[in-house]
Structure formats: C-alpha cells, structure tokens
DNA sequence: CGGCAGTCGCAAGTCCGCTGGCGTTAGGGT
DNA sequence: ACCCTAACGCCAGCGGACTTGCGACTGCCG
C-alpha cells in the first residue's frame, strides 16, 4: 500500500509528500483521535500545503483510509495453536482487541463509510485478509478436524462478522464470554 | 417513536414541526439518499427555519437518526415457518433486503456511526429488537429443535452479524447461498 | 544542460454544519 | 380573556471541507 507512483517519478518530490502526509495522518489519528482529523493540521505537520494534500486524495474520508491502509498493511499474525478452537478463539479476541482501539475502529468505520473508487481497494484488501484467516480452517480440514465441506470463507465471516456487530452497534468490546459462545457455536457447526 | 414532548405543549406549535421536519428529512433521505443530506434542503421542504432544527436536534446525525428510527418504528415482522431453519433463512433474507435499501443502510450506518447521548437510544433500540428476534430461538428450543443451553441472542447475532459485515464491508448484497451457508452453520451449532 | 511536464505553494472563495443574540409568536394555564 | 414563557424566525458569524486559478519549482529525458 506504500509506493505505486502513477507513472513518471517514483523517487521525487510527489514520494517525499506522500510519505510526509501519510505518515503526519497516522501521529495525527494516534494523539487526537479520528473525528477530530483535520486537513489543515495534517498540512501543517506535514510542512505541506493544504491544497497538495485535497488534489492528491480528493476527500478527508480517502486520506483516512489510505492512510490507515498504509499503516497496517503488515500485520495479520495467523494463529496456530493446534486447534481450530484454539485458532478460532485467538483470532476473535485479537479482533476484538483491536477493534477496541482508535486505530482498528477508525479503519473499520473507514471500510465501512468508504465509497468511489476507493471501494475496490477495500475489497482486494479484505478479500486477501478473510483467505488468510481461512488458513486456520483449511488446516482443520486437513487434520480432520471439520467437514471438508465446510466453506472457510463462511466461517471467517462468522465468527467476525458478530464481532464487527458488537463493537460498533453496541459500542462495547466483546467480552470473553461472547467470543467463547460463538467459537462453540461455529466450532459444533462445522461438524 | 413518535410523540412524546418534555413536558409542556404535546400538541401545538412544537409537535407540528417535529412532525413537519421528521418527514421532510425521510422524503429527502428517500429522494435524494443519505449523502445528500443537507439541513437548510429539510428546513426548507419542511417551511420550518434551520435553526429550529439545530436547537431541537443538535447535530445532523441526530436528526437522519431520529428521522429514521421514526420511519421504521413498527415493522418487525417475525417468521414462524414451524421449523428454526425456515425462520432464520426468513429472517436472514429480509435483512439483506433491507440492507439493500437506501433506508437500510442508513440507518445501520447511523446506528453504527452514531455517538453521544444517542447511543442509549441505540442500545435500547436495538436490544429490544434482537430480543424479539431471539423469539424464533425460544421456540425451536420449546420444540425440542435444539438444545435448551442455547443461547438465543448468540444465535441472533451470529446471524446478522456477518450479513451487516457484507453488506457494508463489501458493499454487496448477500447472496441465498451465503444465507443458506450461514443458517447451515448455525443450525448445526445449535444441536 | 536546457526544456517540459507534473507538482507544489499560495491566495481567494464557496458551501455547509453549527452557534449565539434578539425580537416575535403561539399555546396553555389561570 | 389575559398573561407568561417555551419555541420559533431571523440575522450575523465561525470553522472546516473542498475548489480554482496562477505562478514557481523540481526532477526526468533528450
């Protein structure tokens, strides 16, 4: 998500401005949260003009999403704990944990609230991610664990999918109970 | 969700404009979507002033909120097809429909986006909701359908968890097979 | 090493969400 | 029928998102 320069000059001037507005977003978001992200503060912390920044990405929404796309573009620790309950379980309450952040409720609001173009970017993006964690189920199938009908795709999503609906509709991280409810619930289904 | 002033006037001046704005702002929702959402269009469609609006509701997100909650206060229509299966696939398609709506989405958006004092009204809102959905739960366990540890809110929420997260991850309706998938999972877990 | 295109800085301006002060009106209680 | 006050109309203004036009600069390419 960092460096595809349209064409001309991969190494210039419109790199370091990138560099420097993506990166004055992220300190921006950290110290003062996400409703209160103004471009003008990103301008100034990023000794760059106002303007450079609105004729680069258009909207406040798509600076965001880039942004936080660009700064946790590398994180997806995949568990392995020998169990697809084990799995199943680390993999929620590190979502729930995360959603429980600025960060992870500011992209996820992002993902959700994005429209345009940036909509296919979103979608490659969880796309990649949901097939990733579907290695925790495909390794279950492999050890017999599951039905090898089961649809890894589907399980991912529900096991995230209420997570997703707890923390934003009820504003409330999920708690252990929760997680260990529904990873039974899905774990018995997928037999 | 519609009538109830502080105290004072339940029936003059200040009920009319409720009333007055209350439509204009579905009207516009519905015609010019959710985006497009601009209070001096409502105050003026309604012949009412801006600021009026501005003191009764506070914010903009209040009043889509408050409009929206308005428009769809009573329809919760639930199934009773005489078997879990058949209630939780009804259940299920009826909510991607509405998800697919214009009014859906809005409404999910603004519950989810939604913030400050309004977020009591949410959680009661939406509790009050998924405890009527847990219903259809309560008697497939009185059928003996599935077992009595159940807990009929998980169920609820493992169901229309992962169809909001398509439906605004994704930005894309959920298709019947994945319902089918999902209810397949469930209904499995539940036994 | 000089030209040319792509960006950036800068200034001015529009639009909309939102606020505050002040005079006016309409409804309900007596 | 009268008064009292909450709610409304109106105006003036602030801040931030977003736009546009223009001149200056930077770096790749011949």
Redesign the interface.
């Known amino acids: 998500m960092a460096d595809q320069e349209p064409r001309s000059r991969p190494g210039g001037r419109s790199a370091r401005v990138r560099r420097a507005v993506l990166e004055a977003s992220a300190k921006t978001i950290r110290d003062h949260g996400f409703?209160a992200f103004a471009i003008k503060d990103v301008a100034a912390e990023a000794g760059v003009h106002e303007t450079s920044i609105y004729r680069r990405w258009g909207t406040r929404e798509a600076l965001i999403l880039d942004a936080l796309l660009d700064d946790s573009a590398q994180n997806v620790p995949i568990p392995d704990t020998g169990s697809l309950r084990g799995d199943l379980t680390t993999l929620a309450n590190g979502l729930a944990d995360f959603l429980d952040t600025p960060h992870g409720r500011a992209l996820s609001?992002a993902?959700?609230?994005g429209?345009g173009r940036s909509?296919d970017g979103?979608?490659d993006y969880?796309g990649r991610r949901l097939s990733i964690a579907g290695e925790v189920v495909h390794r279950a199938v492999r050890r017999g664990e599951v039905s090898p009908t089961t649809?890894p795709i589907?399980?991912i999503?529900?096991l995230?999918?209420?997570?997703?609906?707890?923390a934003?509709?009820?504003?409330q991280k999920p708690d252990e109970a929760?997680v260990d409810?529904?990873v039974?619930?899905?774990?018995?289904?997928?037999?």
């Open positions: 409703e609001l993902l959700m609230t429209t909509v979103i979608r969880l649809d589907v399980v999503e529900a995230i999918g209420p997570l997703h609906f707890r934003f509709m009820f504003h929760f409810r529904l039974d619930l899905i774990i018995t289904g997928t037999r």
